[in-house]
């Protein structure tokens, strides 16, 4: 897995709201890294911060208020962050794709599905025919599984299923076989059953196409369902990251921990969910010690005063918790265990 | 005691003291500086309309034909007009009239706009019906047949223009609202509001009333010029400020003879319009945004 | 066995269409088709189902936020469906209901403490001061501080404002609270908070619950028992125990199977129900769901099964389990 | 949708009924009589008396009422009082001339004002969203006849490029057979003449433009700000489309539905209330028609003239109700 | 710019046509001259139309029209005119006596407003008891004949008013109705088109009867309702002449080298009425005071720009009857007061100052004026609130005797004194034309003896007797005779501006 090379690499990334209340860090200093044809999912609270990292990729941080204040984002070589305008169109679409939360929303109501499909396709591939373009269009139609592609072409948002209009928004995301598509929570407007066939359809694509997918989502199921590795976030940060077996037996961080324990699960009656008192702090209005120490029952001094950092504890596991500070593998060691 | 003692951290998310609702609304107001500047513009005015009599340097009402259209001086910085009179002392006066008519104009047709246009969106159906077409009548109507009638049943007078302008203008905010409500009453806290066991009357107007009134305000910020310009324009059925008191729009109107021999007959009360429109406007956006809780981070 | 607290009988909800010159009736959209059911004190009664299944339309013909078009309700052995419109205002002190957004069931000019004070003011109860102290003692009640009276809905999170609506449903003491989704839109660590405030205090004060939701894990844990519904009927409903460890209508099966469920290592066996659900201004003829179900037999298509009892406290409206089984 | 409009020329039945009963109403309630007027005030009492008893208006009021509706209902809109001609056979002209008026006035309107309020939406708080609001500002706040005759005076002595009154030079006068003169000229082929008769257009067209302007453009921009916000936005962003295309394309269809409201709005207002721009620049239209008839208290006029405007005004609304549904599919009346 | 010509003066021209376009107020409600009462109509019927005989080029004196000679009996019962040979109407027909009479039937024949002029001016139709004409016969071809029941002094001025324009028998016989919107008569001009509310087209008549005459080929009647659009649109030339200039204006069309400046001479009177049925302006020593408070000179100044005449009679110097022995009330105040004094009132007292709410050409600015007068009486002590109506509610108020005190004025029609002094301030006209309510039966009497004395000298006399009882009675405050102003292109020649507001336009010439 570990030869698998590094498609899209986020280092450092800090992405700030200018509001009239002041400066919010919605995004504070954030690595990590996907992989070709894998599955990374995210996972956090509201408001930690999942969107605004995957719009600070796209380049779509609403500005203003939003800028990206630091770190870098590299697709291959290029730094996203340092790309101009146009040359940032080029990749938008092309090269990283991404689906969003609403599919009842993301469609534009006035325009027909197959005039926003041919849109997507004929704004990177220069010279194609409306013709070729409509064929492209509704061969990926086909592709995500919609029956009468043809029809559907013609047809408007409203006139399809919330499902419908995910695996439109899907297929137009592939529509030029983008090397990384960025689903920031594609199921959770969804129904159950809808959401299983959506997931199965993204899970199936990637393996066929070997699209890297960023799966951004705060369902835990959805993650311990399709995701080979996950970043955990809390209010800016990563907090944990590790692949998905071992964050979810071996959870470190007291956060994650939590998260996992006030899941209520169908498959038996807990007599009373665990819940993880408080909220996620606003924003900025942590400045100093580990930002989950308030809610956190194993804090102590250190965490109130200090920010821990983001400690490697296996190969490909870190947490952000002075509780694993001494677990830290070093260099030396992870070039061992690594090799 | 059950459930869980909320820990400290539980508030963090609200640093901003406890504080009534108009503290909180003139708090954020006081962010957006251009929400400061109009309501200093429209301070400024109102100041101007309250202690008028005492800063103008010259009456309102000193005739001095020999010394008619006289351009801007030192003695009269404004110029005067075509009686001789000081033209900076009546806008000075002109401003308690002026404003006056502009404001309680549109107050008037956002008052009875909005009632008309909440119960027609409220209750929808024939109700609604039938108000929508009354708008359309009210609308297609020339407003100087019914600024007419109206002189006919109340009479000349500065209240009755103010009454006419004020009908004339009850289908634009009536429209408006009416829209804003098909909306509204869709929102869920109406239905928690029903499921409470709560009266229509007060949903229309403690629920809904207030939470309809952001784009009136804009509106009817706009059309307090209207409403100074239109009240001028109706002086001619005897709608309007009684002679020789000065308001805006009359100065305004009156300055027509002169517009090329002598344009500051036109400019300055022309501008004191335009400032005073600023300033509402200004300060409507601001308060639109004060008056939202939401709008406070 | 004691009278359930409130009874449903053939209840149906059709939502005109309306069409032509004159704005003739053209068609219906069944939201609601023919449901019954039971609520007894002191249990939580889930209702699952997918969007658009009726829900929503069951829960507030419950309280006649909505008329119902047909069928009976009966609360504490008062018939709502025929009192005055007035009276149905009255007896709302009884019913309460919770929202499923909790930020856009309160409205977003009133402060907290108006929001908790209105349902003591429209229903006349108490005076000025002991109103206040009411709605102070609720927000302790449901874990919230006197001073956060003051605020306005957008100063709270998300868990918050959903104690506060759970608080207001409270302030005039009712037996019945009818949920509707409460936590659907809560992230899972306040999911957590507000589920248990809500089992909490349905012990201390005796409530009954009607639990609306779409996500199966909350409501087995708070039901005792679930009804599912399914294009505007009820195509299962039983004990909870009994629902989740054998599910015998298809669409419960496959809708148990889609939930994904937290642990990686689970495999399931995953019943992909094809196609989307049918619009319910033309609902298939006979069993709604045979247009995606696996098993459907000709049956299906004709026949529309009643619900019954297979087996004590479980019920289900489909042809495997009736006299068609064999067939 | 055919029964949909159906419906609502049904619905407009009423409302002509209702509006012809409120002006009869109002006119007769008013003081001044048409005779008086009519005969000018050199009239004497018997010759005033002689034609109230000619003009029937010594009846009952609802004789008179029901006596014009049962002219309405044969097609007879009256006869005016002053000119004694039919009001069907003379209000051609006039609205014709209104209807060149208001529709170039309503485009220009629209896109300077559509335009106007995207780019001011677009680029937020930059100079020219300022720049543009202010000048809506000013726009509201100007007396039309001020900025009537300044147009005059600017663009008509001073730079002498355009005519300032009326809708055709007098010394070289178009042979109209409908009376839309821009179609006139186009059917002849005399495209000097169109020249001619478009210039005559623009300075009526700006100054009755002025108002609606900037409420079209102060309307625009916030409904775009709206759209700009949107998820299908943020969509064709992420497509990598092209910022002009994201704006032209996506939002801008979104965001022309409420405004096309106030262009509705406004069509009342261009219709029967332009009657200051048609004095200045000496338009004969719909308006000054009207308002002319309220002087002389010419009832027929009054009552038909106002029904007509109504009509056309309740129609075009109609009109932009059809439009939204080609504009938005989701928007289907039936 | 305009038609550049060649001045061979004959009309003859060799290169464009020269077109005349005259801006003007508002649009004319019919060219049948007789049906209509607008001054707007007979700017242009003046010039399609013409009457048996003629006003003066700027005056009321009687000059040869049609007729080219008349004869009035000894008695004044009998006129015998003899009309000018071999004219035609534009439509072909013979102009002769047969022409006059079938006109005069015509008229004759009305009933109720058909021809409110010709029942004003001869009292009534046929048949009715006032009616003056007897008969109306024709002598041979070019003789006319008219017999009147008893004598009336202005019959010849009657005569010379446009509603009195002579039309074609065929062509009214024919068109019926319609004949005001084709109107054919033996004018200079032939009528050519009526765009409604816009222009009226008339054409040089090749035909006319008198020689070289006319010059122009072409006069467009331009209706252009703003007064300073107006004069804007005369600035960009696309009009050459434009009636109704506002006085403001009168300095800046002077100083500028391509525009004239014309005045038509006053015919007008405004005046400010009391009306004396309401206390205080029962009594006379009020209405004196108020004659006294008031600064006539300083109005005129101010708002007629100078362009008038400070008033003391109703009406204006130029009509013959005019008594300029009347010292006129001047400007006193100190006087006022003592007035007011002697009539109880020295606190001063509270009233209602109506404003005309239009420009009219005898007040150009109603508003301003009462606000002066408003002032003025305020220095007296009497506390004026200015009232407003809209124009018609306004006139229909005041007749009803509801205001203290009104605006208003008049424009003669004829030219004499009877229709000022008799039609305003007679009390045979209270609810009619005397809006002040004002009635003096000695007055009465004189009035009456007047409108039969035929001799001009002795009628004179009687009016000069009225003038001044009705200056001692003081039921008017006479404000002004203004001049109205009109302003054309510097090279527009033979433009004589005449003062009943109808100007013939066949000497007018471009150089
Ligand atoms: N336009 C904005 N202006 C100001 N702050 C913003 C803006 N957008 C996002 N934020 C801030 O950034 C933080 C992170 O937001 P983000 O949308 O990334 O959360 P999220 O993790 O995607 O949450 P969710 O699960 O609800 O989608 C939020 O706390 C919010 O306060
Ligand atoms: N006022 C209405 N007019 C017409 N149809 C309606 C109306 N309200 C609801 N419906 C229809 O009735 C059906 C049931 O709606 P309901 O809101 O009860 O569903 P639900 O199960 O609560 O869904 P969700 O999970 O999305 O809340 C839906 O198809 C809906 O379109
Ligand atoms: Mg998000
Ligand atoms: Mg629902």
Redesign the interface.
């Known amino acids: 897995m570990s030869e698998r090379k590094a498609i899209l690499q986020v280092k450092g990334l800090q992405t700030s709201f200018f509001t009239d209340d002041g400066v919010i860090p919605a995004v504070d200093n954030i690595d990590f890294s996907v992989h070709e044809g894998e599955v990374l999912g995210i996972v956090g609270e509201s408001g930690c911060g999942k969107s605004v990292t995957s719009l600070s990729i796209m380049g779509l941080v609403p500005s203003p208020p939003g800028k990206i204040t630091g770190g870098k984002i590299l697709f291959g070589d290029k730094e996203l962050t340092k790309l101009s305008d146009k040359e940032m169109r080029n990749v938008r679409g092309n090269d990283v794709a991404m689906i969003f939360q609403e599919p009842m929303t993301s469609l534009n109501p006035l325009f027909t599905i197959g005039n926003q499909l041919m849109e997507a396709i004929l704004i990177h591939k220069k010279g194609w025919s409306k013709k070729q373009a409509s064929a492209r269009a509704v061969e990926m139609l086909t592709l995500v599984g919609l029956p009468r592609a043809d029809e559907l072409m013609k047809e408007y948002p409203h006139q399809l299923s919330g499902g419908m209009r995910q695996r439109v928004m899907i297929a137009m995301a592939l529509v030029c076989d983008p090397k990384v598509l960025i689903a920031d929570e594609p199921t959770t407007a969804l129904d159950v059953t809808i959401q299983a066939q959506i997931l199965a359809l993204m899970k199936d694509l990637n393996e066929r196409l070997n699209t890297a997918v960023l799966l951004i989502t705060h369902d835990l199921g959805v993650v311990a369902e399709t995701c080979e590795r996950v970043v955990v976030m809390y209010a800016g940060q990563i907090v944990e990251e590790g692949p998905v077996q071992t964050i979810f037996k071996d959870p470190q961080h007291p956060y994650t921990k939590g998260l996992l324990q006030s899941v209520p699960d169908m498959r038996y009656k807990k007599q009373r969910l665990y819940s993880i008192p408080g909220n996620v702090p606003k924003p900025g209005s942590v400045n100093t010690g580990c930002r989950f120490a308030a809610r956190c029952e194993f804090a102590f001094d250190k965490c109130l005063t200090q920010n821990p950092d983001l400690y490697q504890t296996a190969t490909v596991h870190k947490t952000r918790c002075f509780l694993y500070e001494d677990q830290e593998v070093s260099t030396h060691d992870r070039t061992l265990v690594e090799s | 005691m059950v459930g869980f003692a909320p820990k400290p951290s539980d508030v963090v998310a609200q640093q901003d003291k406890v504080a009534g609702p108009w503290h909180e609304a003139w708090r954020s107001f006081k962010k957006s500086k251009v929400a400061v500047v109009g309501a200093g513009i429209v301070l400024f005015f109102i100041i101007v309309a309250f202690i008028g009599p005492w800063i103008a340097p010259q009456g309102i009402n000193e005739q001095n034909l020999p010394n008619r259209l006289q351009a801007p001086s030192f003695d009269h910085w404004f110029g005067t007009d075509d009686m001789g009179r000081d033209i900076l002392s009546r806008i000075i006066h002109g401003a308690r009239i002026s404003l006056w008519v502009g404001f309680f104009s549109v107050i008037g047709s956002v008052i009875a706009g909005s009632i008309l246009g909440i119960v027609a969106g409220y209750y929808g159906k024939w109700v609604d019906a039938i108000i929508s077409r009354i708008f359309d009548i009210m609308l297609a109507f020339p407003s100087i047949l019914l600024a007419i009638a109206v002189v006919s049943v109340l009479g000349p007078s500065l209240q009755n223009a103010l009454i006419a302008i004020a009908i004339i203008n009850i289908p634009n905010f009536g429209r408006l609202i009416r829209s804003k409500v098909l909306s509204i009453k869709e929102e869920e806290y109406i239905t928690s509001a029903k499921a409470i066991g709560m009266q229509d009357i007060r949903i229309l107007f403690s629920h809904i009333l207030p939470n309809s009134m952001a784009p009136v305000i804009v509106q009817g910020t706009l059309a307090i010029a209207t409403a100074i310009i239109e009240a001028a324009a109706l002086g001619f059925l005897g709608l309007g400020a009684e002679a020789p008191a000065p308001e805006w729009g009359k100065m305004l109107a009156d300055s027509k003879m002169y517009l090329i021999n002598a344009p500051w007959t036109m400019i300055f009360p022309g501008i004191a319009i335009m400032l005073t429109v600023l300033g509402f406007n200004l300060m409507g956006d601001g308060l639109r945004d004060a008056l939202d809780p939401r709008m406070k981070s | 066995m004691t009278e359930p607290l409130l009874k449903v009988e053939g209840l149906k909800k059709y939502f005109p269409i309306r069409k032509g010159l004159l704005s003739r009736v053209s068609g219906h959209v069944k939201a609601v088709d023919d449901v019954s059911f039971y609520v007894n004190k002191g249990e939580t009664l889930g209702i699952v189902g997918e969007s658009g299944c009726g829900k929503s339309t069951t829960g507030r013909m419950l309280m006649r936020l909505l008329e119902p078009s047909e069928g009976k309700v009966v609360f504490d052995g008062k018939e709502l469906t025929s009192i005055s419109s007035d009276d149905m205002r009255k007896a709302r002190r009884e019913i309460q209901m919770v929202f499923q957004d909790p930020y856009a069931s309160l409205n977003p000019r009133h402060t907290i403490e108006k929001i908790l004070e209105e349902p003591l003011i429209v229903h006349g109860i108490g005076d000025a001061k002991t109103r206040k102290k009411k709605v102070h003692d609720f927000l302790e009640i449901v874990g919230l501080s006197s001073y956060h009276a003051k605020r306005y809905p957008h100063q709270f999170s998300g868990g918050q404002r959903q104690r506060i609506g759970i608080a207001r449903a409270l302030m005039t003491n009712p037996k019945l609270i009818i949920a509707d989704e409460p936590v659907s839109a809560l992230d899972v660590s306040i999911q957590a908070q507000v589920l248990n405030l809500m089992q909490d205090l349905q012990k201390e004060l005796n409530l009954t619950y009607i639990f609306i939701a779409h996500d199966l894990g909350v409501v087995r844990h708070i039901s005792d028992r679930v009804g599912v519904m399914y294009l505007g009927k009820m195509v299962e409903i039983a004990e909870s125990e009994l629902l989740y460890d054998k599910p015998l209508h298809p669409y419960t099966q496959a809708l148990l199977s889609a939930v994904p469920v937290p642990d990686p290592n689970f495999v399931r066996e995953q019943i992909l129900i094809k196609g989307d659900i049918p619009s319910p201004s033309n609902p298939p003829s006979g069993c709604t769901f045979h247009t995606r179900c696996p098993f459907k037999m000709d049956v299906c298509t004709k026949i529309v099964p009643k619900l019954e009892e297979v087996e004590p406290g479980h019920s289900v409206a489909c042809h495997l389990y009736g006299e068609h089984a064999q067939q | 949708m055919l029964h949909y409009i159906g419906r609502r020329l049904l619905q407009l039945i009423p409302v002509l009924l209702g509006m012809t009963f409120v002006v009869f109403m109002i006119i007769r309630a008013i003081p001044g009589d048409p005779a008086q007027v009519i005969l000018g005030q050199q009239a004497t009492k018997e010759a005033i008396e002689a034609l109230r008893a000619k003009l029937g208006l010594d009846n009952p009021w609802y004789v008179q009422y029901f006596d014009y509706l049962g002219g309405l209902l044969k097609g007879d809109l009256g006869e005016s009082l002053r000119t004694t001609t039919p009001v069907s056979e003379e209000i051609w002209p006039y609205l014709a001339a209104t209807f060149e008026l208001s529709l170039f006035a309503v485009l220009i309107a629209v896109i300077v004002g559509v335009n106007a309020g995207i780019i001011s939406a677009w680029f937020q708080n930059s100079w020219f969203d300022y720049t543009a609001m202010i000048l809506a500002l000013v726009g509201v706040s100007m007396p039309i006849f001020w900025l009537g005759l300044m147009m005059q005076y600017i663009f008509g002595i001073e730079l002498g490029i355009l005519p300032t009154t009326g809708r055709e030079e007098v010394r070289n006068p178009i042979d109209s057979m409908t009376n839309l003169y821009v179609l006139d000229t186009i059917l002849q082929g005399r495209f000097d003449q169109l020249g001619i008769v478009l210039k005559h257009l623009v300075l009526p067209g700006l100054a009755l433009a002025t108002i609606p302007m900037a409420i079209i453009a102060r309307m625009t921009r916030s409904s775009m700000l709206d759209v700009m916000r949107s998820d299908y936005v943020r969509t064709a962003r992420a497509k990598g489309q092209k910022m002009f295309w994201v704006v032209y394309k996506h939002a801008l269809k979104n965001a022309i539905i409420p405004v096309l409201t106030i262009i509705g709005l406004q069509m009342g207002l261009l219709l029967g209330g332009a009657i200051l721009t048609e004095s200045i620049f000496a338009w004969p239209g719909v308006g000054r028609y009207i308002y002319e008839a309220i002087n002389f208290r010419d009832y027929p006029v009054i009552q038909s003239g106002i029904l007509v405007v109504a009509f056309i005004f309740v129609m075009i609304n109609l009109f932009i109700d059809i439009l939204y549904s080609l504009i938005d599919p989701r928007i289907k009346y039936d | 710019g305009c038609q550049s010509d060649s001045s061979d003066g004959n009309g003859e021209n060799n290169g464009e046509p020269k ?1 005349l ?1 005259f ?1 003007r107020g ?1 649009d004319s ?2 060219l049948d001259p007789a049906t209509v ?2 001054g707007e109509s007979f700017k242009v019927t003046q010039n399609i139309f013409e009457t048996l005989v003629n006003f003066g080029k700027q005056d009321t004196e009687i000059n040869p029209g049609l007729a080219k000679k008349w004869e009035p009996s000894e008695d004044g019962l009998t006129y015998t005119f003899e009309l000018e040979e071999g004219i035609k109407f534009h439509d072909g027909t013979d102009f002769n006596a047969e022409a006059v009479v079938a006109n005069f039937e015509r008229w004759a024949n009305g ?3 058909d021809f ?1 002029y010709y ?2 001016m001869f009292g009534g139709y046929k048949g009715d008891e006032g009616h003056v004409i007897e008969s109306v016969t024709a002598d041979g071809d070019y003789k006319v004949v008219f017999k009147l029941k008893r004598p009336q002094a202005p019959f010849l001025k009657n005569l010379a008013m446009s509603p009195f324009g002579i039309a074609s028998p065929k062509a009214f016989e024919e068109q019926g ?1 319609k004949f ?2 084709n109107p054919v008569g033996t004018g200079p001009f032939k009528f050519v ?1 009526w ?5 009226i ?1 008339i054409e040089k008549n090749e035909d006319y009867w008198v020689k070289d005459l006319p010059k122009l080929d072409k006069v ?1 009647f ?9 004069l ?2 005369l ?2 030339g ?2 050459d002449l434009a009636d109704g200039v ?1 006085p ?2 009168g ?2 069309v002077e100083g500028n080298s391509e525009l004239q400046l014309f005045e038509r001479p006053s015919m007008n009177v405004g005046y400010l009425g009391l009306t004396s049925t309401r206390p205080p302006f029962d009594k006379v020593e009020v209405r004196q005071a108020i004659n006294h408070a008031i600064d006539k000179q ?1 109005i005129v ?3 007629f720009e100078g362009r008038a005449e400070v008033a003391k009679n109703p009406m204006p110097p130029v009509i013959s009857g005019y008594n300029d022995d009347i010292p006129g009330y001047d400007f006193d105040p100190a006087k006022a007061k003592a007035l007011l004094a002697e009539a109880g009132l020295a606190e001063g007292f509270e009233m209602e100052l109506w ?1 005309m ?2 420009p009219r050409p005898y007040m150009p ?1 109603g ?2 004026v ?3 007068i ?2 003025n009486l305020a220095d007296v002590g009497i506390k004026a ?9 306004y ?3 005041a ?1 009803n005797g509801e205001a203290d005190a009104f605006m ?1 004025g ?1 424009t003669g ?1 004829n030219g004499d004194a009877d229709n000022f002094l008799y ?1 305003l301030l007679d009390k045979d ?1 209270i ?3 005397n809006y002040s309510y004002y009635s003096n039966d000695e007055l009465h009497d004189i009035l009456i003896e007047a409108q039969s004395e035929v001799d001009e000298d002795k009628r004179n006399e009687l009016y000069g007797q009225a003038q001044e009882i009705i200056f001692e009675d003081a039921p008017w405050v006479p404000l002004a005779h203004s001049t109205p102003l009109l302003a054309g292109k510097a090279n527009l020649v033979g433009f004589k501006p005449h003062p009943t507001g109808s100007d013939k336009l066949a000497e007018v010439d471009f150089k």
């Open positions: 077109i376009v801006g508002g409600v019919s009462t607008d009933s109720g407003e409110y029942s004003s109705e005001g919107d088109e765009k409604r509310n816009d222009s087209t467009v331009k209706a252009i309702p703003d007064n300073s659009a107006r804007n649109a600035n960009t696309e009009i506002n403001a204006d300095k800046s300083a100044d101010a708002f404003a709410p239009v600015d508003q301003k009462a606000e002066v408003q002032s609130k200015i009232v407003t109506f809209e124009w018609a509610t006139l229909e108020k007749r208003l008049w029609d039609v006209n609810g009619s034309n």
